[in-house]
């Protein structure tokens, strides 16, 4: 369960459903039983991990309504044709679809009510609560045998405000160890952290609450939260980021959760950096956390800095390594707009035990073809990140579907997580510029690669857009945020 496992990034999300699983889908491994089975990211307790895929730009009605498409992992990885289509109204689903919702913003992927099957939350940051403008909710959908849409509840707000961005920023944990799971979200309203502490009811009431502030506040600003066992302990730790929308630097914390009541408590000042992600690369048992400044503040092109954890604390035990794209082992040289470090996440790809870390860079330019985007795979070792056996993927790998192009911005959010349980993860990584074939219009799309003893491989990945979802080909921002 999720709470066992504690590397996963995590997001949320608020959303209603439609669609189903399509005749004549691929059987799964095992058959489902009325008990989940607590693997993460499996919504429907079959025995392989699905991906959420947030598009919070696409119509549903109105414009900027959002939806989220739910594709439900095989064997062979995901498959679009076993999917279904969470939006807001309907019977089942809270909420009305409203232009600038945004639904589908921002995703997380735990086991919310302890039943042994992952659950999906998710975030509208635009959405209007009378008297409140933009106060933002967070919906949780309820995994279960037949998958994620049979039932859905908005998650009480602690601190309904106008401006408030609920959904805006979150990701789940144990942040006080108790084994149920937590939800934090980030409060771009005052630049506060709420903790909601679980468990969950199926009527969207939390157990507790509670307030974190940080050292340093900025209103009106944009946040980013991952989470992670760094510690050790029974609890689980929070990174908090937030960037300034009136311009000034970014600024990173790390808080490390407790069982003693105390709540979470500021352990650490980060390098400054807008996006994070939580795992044990060099497989000592710890957490590392992993920060990116991808704007290039700090290092033209953008930095990536790990710190390690251990039982001693926060980079005790090896000192940080900051990377670019000019550092030893790391493809590709740094340039300004590469926004290396755009997205981030760490899980094993090669089966050997160490996380490996995969680097979204949108505005990497490819020759003459600005913005293609690329990722980048760095391996883990028993010294941290390798520096040999990394990897640069992009369109143009061999075997995978499609042609770069310019402003495909390949790499704009990654995921990687084991979707066919063969023991090792596979990348999910999405294009948001992606242009339907043979037209102008730049809606999105997705693709999945596997991963192998040597890395990532072209060899039978896939991609897809939410045409092949049932959707129309206008809708834009396909994978702005991917849970799984």
């Known amino acids: 369960m999720y709470r066992r496992i504690r590397l996963a990034l995590a997001t949320t999300v608020a959303a209603a459903l439609t669609g189903g699983l399509v005749a004549g889908a691929a059987a799964p491994a095992a058959a489902v039983t009325a008990a989940g089975n607590g693997l993460h990211g499996d919504f429907n307790g079959d025995g392989y991990r699905d991906v959420a895929i947030g598009v919070p730009g696409g119509t549903d009605g109105n414009m900027g309504a959002g939806w989220v498409g739910v594709v439900y992992g095989t064997s062979a990885g995901i498959d679009p044709a076993r999917r279904k289509v969470l939006t807001q109204g309907g019977s089942v689903n809270p909420g009305t679809p409203e232009g600038d919702d945004l639904f589908g913003a921002r995703l997380s992927v735990a086991d919310f009510d302890g039943d042994g099957f992952s659950d999906l939350a998710v975030g509208a940051p635009g959405e209007d609560l009378s008297p409140n403008a933009d106060q933002g909710t967070v919906t949780l959908y309820w995994g279960g045998p037949s998958g994620l849409g049979t039932s859905a509840v908005l998650v009480k707000d602690p601190v309904p405000r106008d401006g408030n961005k609920f959904g805006g920023a979150l990701t789940a944990g144990d942040f006080d160890g108790d084994g149920d799971t937590d939800l934090a979200s980030y409060n771009a309203l005052f630049s506060t952290v709420s903790v909601l502490n679980g468990p969950f009811t199926r009527t969207g009431t939390w157990a507790s609450a509670s307030t974190v502030p940080l050292p340093e506040t900025s209103q009106y600003a944009t946040g980013y939260l991952s989470s992670g066992n760094v510690s050790g302990d029974a609890a689980d730790d929070l990174v908090v980021q937030y960037r300034p929308m009136r311009g000034g630097a970014s600024r990173a914390w790390y808080f490390r959760g407790s069982t003693s009541g105390e709540g979470l408590v500021q352990e650490a000042v980060l390098p400054s950096s807008h996006t994070s992600a939580v795992g044990d690369i060099d497989k000592n048992g710890y957490a590392d956390i992993v920060v990116a400044d991808a704007y290039g503040t700090t290092g033209l092109g953008g930095t990536v800095t790990v710190l390690y954890g251990s039982s001693a604390g926060l980079g ?129 799309a997705v693709w999945r690669l596997r991963g192998a003893g040597t890395g990532l491989t072209g060899t039978g990945s896939k991609s897809f857009g939410s045409y092949e979802l049932g959707r129309a080909r206008e809708d834009q921002t396909f994978g702005q945020a991917l849970g799984g």
């Open 316 to 444: 005790t035990s090896r000192a940080a390594t900051a990377l670019t794209q000019n550092s030893s082992g790391v493809p590709g040289s740094s340039e300004s707009g590469d926004r290396f470090g755009a997205s981030l996440s760490v899980a094993d790809v090669t089966g050997d035990g160490y996380g490996d870390l995969a680097v979204g860079l949108p505005g990497e330019d490819l020759g003459s073809l600005a913005d293609a985007g690329s990722v980048v795979l760095l391996r883990g070792s028993a010294n941290g990140i390798a520096i040999s056996g990394n990897q640069s993927i992009t369109q143009d790998t061999s075997g995978i579907p499609g042609t770069a192009e310019s402003k495909d911005q390949f790499g704009s959010f990654v995921l990687l997580s084991d979707i066919n349980n063969k023991g090792r993860a596979d990348l999910t990584a999405s294009a948001i510029g992606e242009a339907v074939a043979g037209t102008t219009v730049r809606t999105g």
